[in-house]
């Protein structure tokens, strides 16, 4: 099962870049994580507030989620908000959600990037909504003993 999970997302983004150039979703998420780890670096140098991160597939789950941030925002206004979209259907309509710090696309899930990605953000906290809960995000939270709530 690993083997078909790990062959997955090492294809997935090779069709995306195939596709691109004649389907506009696809190239909105391809674009979306060029340099990805570059952008992170920036948004997240010298911060020393604690995160919360909060993980939606796309637009539907952000709703979902999206009263909880807004609850949290309002008892706890010293901590900074990230929120990473898979597809672009959330991204590009949340793009400049002012409940959160930082949005940003959720780079793919690898053993390599996910160690980047939490090296770079550093959660304190997070929030993974609805169905889309990405193995070596999950591996890596527990390696780390990060809380992780399922929403």
Same mark, same amino acid.
């Given at each position: 099962m690993k083997f078909l999970y790990h062959l997955f997302i090492t294809v997935y983004p090779l069709i995306a870049k195939l596709i691109s150039p004649k389907n506009e979703k696809a190239k909105l998420w391809v674009a979306g994580r060029q340099n990805i780890f570059q952008q992170l670096t920036n948004a997240f140098a010298g911060n020393t507030s604690k995160i919360i991160w909060m993980h939606c597939s796309s637009l539907g789950e952000f709703e979902q989620g999206?009263?909880?941030?807004?609850?949290?925002?309002? *008892?706890?206004?010293?901590?900074?908000?990230?929120? *990473?979209?898979?597809?672009p259907s959330g991204y590009e309509v949340r793009k400049n959600y002012n409940g959160a710090d930082w949005v940003f696309y959720l780079p793919m899930d690898s053993p390599k990037n996910t160690q980047q990605f939490y090296n770079i953000v550093k959660p304190s906290l997070i929030l993974f909504v609805k169905y889309e809960f990405w193995f070596y995000y999950l591996q890596q939270a527990k390696q780390r003993q990060i809380p992780l709530l399922l929403v």
């Open positions: 999206r009263p909880i941030i807004e609850n949290l925002r309002s *008892t706890m206004p010293d901590v900074k908000f990230l929120i *990473t979209f898979f597809s």
